[in-house]
Structure formats: structure tokens, C-alpha cells
């Protein structure tokens, strides 16, 4: 897995259940627009505010309605061990090639002991030689981490299952140093900021929420750097300008207003407590410039 992946929308309807139909066609359009992978239920996608039924019910529903299992990458973040092991066993059955995996995230100051313990649980009781693991690192949001020390010891203990990583602390040096220290592991930057660079530094590509507006754009960077073509940095540059705007907005309300504002779809609108819809002074500030 490698490339351009979305971080993606969940579409929800006014009773706040998830809308199967436009949940494919976003999908669909990701696709289309250049989207080597989806990663879906992570942060972007309101996967903590959704039910282990919820989640496991959509994902069976996507590849029902024609979504390519190989392009997806579930999230399997939960603080309950038997939560992550149904959702991860649950995405090996559709037929991901790929888990995204939070840490526990509920109780803070854990130790490396502690998390390796739990991701050990995790890989013996799902049992399966399917599973690959990728390690969404997201301080920001979790509190708790994955230290370099804490993917070295994974690495050595299930070489081959702890296959990547989403880096999403906003760092560029401690990416560089985990493609630098850790040349087995799929690396992904947690925003196109960082695409190229990443791609430079010998990592794979990125995970980001605003590529579900920023995907074609994405890919131009990811096609230019990989034909060796030198206009990858002006291009970079677009792009990281379009991110920064981005980033002055709440993401996923905004995200949702700017597809509400592209498809005329009023789906859109719809957020689960306690996210709230975006004011509408602020989505005509954003979608007037996208």
C-alpha cells in the first residue's frame, strides 16, 4: 500500500445513521480522482462517534456496492481489546490488505510495555497471517503514541504484520527519521504538506483528510515525483497553499460543507454530536476560494 490515500468523510443522514449510497459515491469519486488507497473510519471519517456494528456494517456495504477491498484501509482504533480485534478481523473478511490502528487512546502516560502488550493481544487473538498493521500516530488527538523505540520493538517481535504507519504528529523530522531508521516499514505523512518530502525521504505517500478535496491535486504531486519531473515542487507548493487554508477551518466540518457546496448534496450537513455543522459566514469564506 502506498500513495495518495484520503483520510475519508462518513456521509450521514438526519437520523445521524451512516448513508450507504453516498458514502460509495464519495468513495467512487476519490477514486476517480486519483486516490491510490481509502482510509476509512479514522479521525476524518467520525470513526470513535460510530458503534463496532456501525463501522463493520459500512465497510461490508462499500464493497457490496462495488468498492475495490484492496484499495482500503479500515480503521481499527478502539480502546476496548475486543473492539480492535472484531474490526480488525472483520476488514480481513471483506479483504483489506490493511488495518490503521490507534492506540488505546482513553488512559494517558501508558508505558511502551503496555502498548506493546496490548498490540501483542491484538495480533494473537485476531490469528490470522492476513493481518498487516499500520500505526496511526496522532498525539494530537489520542495523547499516546507510538515511540520509534515502541515500532522497533513491534517490528522485531511481528516483522512482516506491523507493516506501516500513518504519522500525523505534524513533524517532518520524526518522519524522516522513521523512513530513515526503519526502511521495512510503509510510512505515510498524516497531510499532503509533507507528501513530497516523504516520498523523498523514502517513504510511501500520505493519509490526509483534505485529500477528500485535494485528491487530484495529491496525485499530480505523487506522479511528478515518481517521473522524476522537477515541476513536483511547484506543484508541491500549490498544494501545501491549499492545505494551509484548509487547516485555518475546523476540518471536518469544513470538509463536509465544501462537498455539500460541490455534490448539492444536503447529506453533507450532517455531523454526529458533538461536532457541530460549520457557521455559514465561515462556508462562504471557504467555499469561495474552493
Same mark, same amino acid.
Given at each position: 500500500?502506498?500513495?495518495?490515500?484520503?483520510?475519508?468523510?462518513?456521509?450521514?443522514?438526519?437520523?445521524?445513521?451512516?448513508?450507504?449510497?453516498?458514502?460509495?459515491?464519495?468513495?467512487?469519486?476519490?477514486?476517480?480522482?486519483?486516490?491510490?488507497?481509502?482510509?476509512?473510519?479514522?479521525?476524518?471519517g467520525?470513526?470513535?462517534?460510530?458503534?463496532?456494528?456501525?463501522?463493520?456494517?459500512?465497510c461490508?456495504?462499500?464493497?457490496?456496492?462495488?468498492?475495490?477491498?484492496?484499495?482500503?484501509?479500515? &480503521?481499527?482504533?478502539?480502546?476496548?481489546?475486543?473492539?480492535?480485534v472484531?474490526?480488525?478481523?472483520?476488514?480481513?473478511?471483506?479483504?483489506?490488505?490493511?488495518?490503521?490502528?490507534?492506540?488505546?487512546?482513553y488512559?494517558?502516560?501508558?508505558?511502551?510495555?503496555?502498548?506493546?502488550?496490548?498490540?501483542?493481544?491484538?495480533?494473537?487473538?485476531?490469528?490470522?497471517?492476513?493481518?498487516?498493521?499500520?500505526?496511526?500516530?496522532?498525539?494530537?488527538?489520542?495523547?499516546?503514541?507510538?515511540?520509534?523505540?515502541?515500532?522497533?520493538?513491534?517490528?522485531?517481535?511481528?516483522? &512482516?504484520?506491523?507493516? &506501516?504507519?500513518?504519522?500525523?504528529?505534524?513533524?517532518?523530522?520524526?518522519?524522516?527519521?522513521?523512513?530513515?531508521?526503519?526502511?521495512?516499514?510503509?510510512?505515510?505523512?498524516?497531510?499532503?504538506?509533507?507528501?513530497?518530502?516523504?516520498?523523498?525521504?523514502?517513504?510511501?505517500?500520505?493519509?490526509?483528510?483534505?485529500?477528500?478535496?485535494?485528491?487530484?491535486?495529491?496525485?499530480?504531486?505523487?506522479?511528478?515525483?515518481?517521473?522524476?519531473?522537477?515541476?513536483?515542487?511547484?506543484?508541491?507548493?500549490?498544494l501545501?497553499?491549499?492545505?494551509?487554508?484548509?487547516?485555518g477551518?475546523?476540518?471536518?466540518?469544513?470538509?463536509?460543507?465544501?462537498?455539500?457546496?460541490?455534490?448539492g448534496?444536503?447529506?453533507?450537513?450532517?455531523?454526529?454530536?458533538?461536532?457541530?455543522?460549520?457557521?455559514?459566514?465561515?462556508?462562504?469564506?471557504?467555499?469561495?476560494?474552493?
Open positions: 500500500m502506498k500513495g495518495v490515500f484520503a483520510a475519508v468523510l462518513t456521509p450521514m443522514r438526519e437520523d445521524l445513521s451512516v448513508d450507504r449510497a453516498a458514502f460509495a459515491a464519495h468513495c467512487r469519486r476519490l477514486l476517480d480522482d486519483g486516490c491510490h488507497g481509502l482510509g476509512i473510519f479514522g479521525t476524518t467520525e470513526a470513535n462517534s460510530l458503534s463496532v456494528r456501525e463501522r463493520v456494517d459500512a461490508e456495504g462499500l464493497v457490496e456496492d462495488g468498492i475495490p477491498a484492496d484499495v482500503l484501509l479500515p &480503521g481499527t482504533g478502539a480502546c476496548a481489546l475486543p473492539d480492535a472484531t474490526l480488525a478481523r472483520e476488514a480481513l473478511a471483506v479483504g483489506a490488505p490493511g488495518v490503521l490502528a490507534l492506540p488505546p487512546f488512559y494517558k502516560g501508558v508505558s511502551d510495555d503496555g502498548l506493546l502488550r496490548f498490540f501483542a493481544e491484538l495480533i494473537e487473538r485476531v490469528g490470522d497471517d492476513r493481518l498487516r498493521l499500520f500505526l496511526y500516530h496522532i498525539p494530537p488527538m489520542a495523547q499516546v503514541g507510538f515511540t520509534p523505540d515502541l515500532i522497533g520493538r513491534l517490528l522485531d517481535a511481528y516483522p &512482516g504484520v506491523v507493516a &506501516g504507519t500513518k504519522d500525523s504528529a505534524g513533524d517532518a523530522a520524526r518522519i524522516e527519521r522513521l523512513c530513515k531508521q526503519f526502511p521495512q516499514l510503509t510510512v505515510f505523512a498524516g497531510t499532503e504538506r509533507f507528501l513530497l518530502d516523504t516520498l523523498r525521504w523514502g517513504g510511501d505517500g500520505c493519509i490526509s483528510a483534505t485529500c477528500n478535496v485535494t485528491a487530484a491535486q495529491s496525485r499530480r504531486v505523487y506522479d511528478l515525483w515518481e517521473a522524476g519531473d522537477a515541476a513536483a515542487d511547484a506543484e508541491q507548493a500549490a501545501t497553499e491549499t492545505r494551509s487554508f484548509l487547516e477551518f475546523p476540518p471536518i466540518p469544513a470538509l463536509k460543507a465544501i462537498m455539500r457546496a460541490r455534490t448534496d444536503d447529506v453533507w450537513a450532517n455531523l454526529r454530536p458533538p461536532l457541530d455543522a460549520l457557521a455559514e459566514d465561515r462556508v462562504r469564506e471557504l467555499t469561495v476560494r474552493l
